[in-house]
């Protein structure tokens, strides 16, 4: 190749015919000029100065061309100058190429190929749209990259990088420790450290740039702290979790001591955006606890206010991530007695306590020759279960049913040993076995004394048991009857 002084020369001797029009040649420096310029933060050196030398040539021959002095030289050196010029200027630009080439375009290339295989390799995660519509705006971005060199940029590669985080961020608001799916934890894990490690990639195209570091140490390590704090005031340990902050540790203390500043500025963000993610899973599952425990609701197959001779069973009803984890995993529990008990619940592997308590549960009792404490509509079955030596029931001279009828006041037990007992049912002042409005109305008419009562009737009427007949069960009686 004949190039420099020499080439210039041979064109100045030999040239015939000039070269009026160098339109052509300002384009190929036109060229060259913005794929410089489009990667300006690029250290392409030798093509910048290969350009400045064609300018220097180009601005000379377009001086010459425009000068009235004609001689015997100008065609030559018009034409020298300007093929010169047009020879540099394409060079210019073959190398910025290569080097655009070599240095940036075929990392987003790479970085899409490895994002591909990530996708194939897990593509149950992909499947679900969420993910899917952030994989594809993120690999639609790489693909026009890849398609037109001269849209790879500082910025337009930060934007990938962004969006690989967001990609992460996707796949852990749709999966996570808790809502697996049919994926493996260890695969979920997996998943994220490949997506993370992609940042390897990105970090040895944005070397390239002169990336000015505006992130202290001291804030790197502030963030990795806080998250951290958050985290510990969580009652148990989130798998996922321990490994975003390890992985922000172990990027700390390994990957950010080079000299190379571009690259520690984007480790430092890499650090930032794990972080990021880190938080906001922590504040989705605050989040979603305080949702399970607003959907926690105990439901009692008895009224607590009014008194019965039990058993009552209570069941907890709660949201579909809420477990219970003691009780046999079971979601009631009967109580046959007074008492407290204590629902064990797991809502995202937090342990979450709910007190249960009963003490309106009476035991039947014999008191003198009345049996007491039986609650309206009890069966004569469920009196024969206390006093196995029962034989028969007599209501107003008609024996009753074991299994069908129920006790009223009034009703006369005998017993294998030949005593009898008086049945009390508290409320049931009529003795027809229930409480109603009837009850009441002999209640108030008997408070006026305008009736009286069988001794029976009368020890019915104490229905908060505080051994007096008063306006307090009357009270009750009124609870009894809207229930």
Not at 131 to 139: A, E, F, K
Not at 244 to 257: P, R
Not at 379 to 394: G, H, Y
Request: hydrophobic share 35%; proline share 1%.
């Amino acid at each position: 190749m004949i190039y420099g002084n020499s080439f210039e020369d041979l064109v100045t001797i030999s040239a015939k015919t000039r070269m009026n029009d160098l339109s052509n040649i300002e384009k190929d420096l036109n060229l060259a000029d913005e794929l410089i310029d489009k990667n300006e933060n690029l250290n392409l050196v030798y093509p910048t100065k290969i350009y400045k030398f064609s300018k220097d040539l180009f601005d000379k021959a377009s001086y010459i061309l425009n000068l009235d002095e004609e001689n015997p030289i100008k065609t030559g050196l018009i034409n020298s100058k300007a093929l010169h010029s047009q020879y540099l200027a394409k060079w210019a630009q073959e190398f910025a190429k290569i080097y655009i080439q070599d240095n940036i375009i075929i990392t987003p290339k790479e970085i899409l190929e490895s994002l591909n295989k990530i996708k194939v390799d897990n593509e149950i995660v992909f499947q679900n749209q969420t993910v899917l519509d952030s994989y594809n705006s993120l690999s639609g971005e790489l693909n026009n990259l890849i398609n037109n060199e001269l849209l790879v940029g500082k910025d337009t590669l930060m934007e990938c990088y962004d969006k690989q985080y967001k990609l992460i961020q996707s796949i852990l608001n749709e999966y996570s420790d808790y809502n697996l799916g049919e994926i493996e934890k260890a695969q979920l894990e997996s998943l994220i450290l490949q997506l993370d490690n992609l940042s390897e990639k990105y970090i040895k195209v944005l070397s390239n740039y002169i990336l000015e570091d505006t992130i202290t140490n001291d804030s790197i390590k502030d963030s990795i702290n806080t998250t951290i704090d958050k985290y510990n005031k969580l009652e148990t340990k989130i798998d996922t979790i321990t490994f975003l902050i390890q992985k922000s540790k172990d990027i700390y203390n390994k990957d950010m001591q080079t000299v190379n500043q571009s690259r520690n500025y984007i480790n430092k963000l890499r650090i930032l955006k794990l972080n990021q993610i880190s938080n906001l899973y922590i504040d989705n599952v605050v989040e979603e606890i305080k949702t399970e425990i607003s959907k926690i609701e105990l439901k009692y197959d008895k009224d607590l206010e009014t008194k019965t001779n039990g058993p009552i069973t209570v069941t907890i009803n709660h949201g579909n991530k809420t477990k219970v984890v003691n009780n046999e995993g079971k979601d009631y529990h009967t109580f046959y007695d007074n008492g407290e008990f204590k629902f064990l619940l797991s809502i995202k592997k937090e342990q979450y306590y709910v007190d249960v308590k009963v003490d309106n549960i009476v035991k039947i009792v014999i008191e003198n020759s009345f049996i007491k404490n039986i609650q309206k509509n009890t069966e004569v079955d469920s009196l024969k279960k206390f006093l196995n030596n029962v034989t028969t029931v007599i209501h107003n001279g008609r024996i009753l049913n074991s299994s069908t009828d129920i006790l009223s006041t009034g009703d006369i037990v005998k017993t294998g040993d030949n005593k009898e007992y008086t049945v009390v049912i508290y409320g049931d002042i009529n003795s027809d076995g229930n409480v109603n409005a009837k009850d009441l109305i002999r209640y108030r008419k008997y408070l006026v004394n305008s009736i009286k009562l069988s001794e029976a009737q009368i020890l019915a009427i104490d229905i908060n048991m505080d051994k007096k007949s008063n306006i307090k069960d009357l009270i009750q009686v009124r609870k009894i009857l809207l229930q």
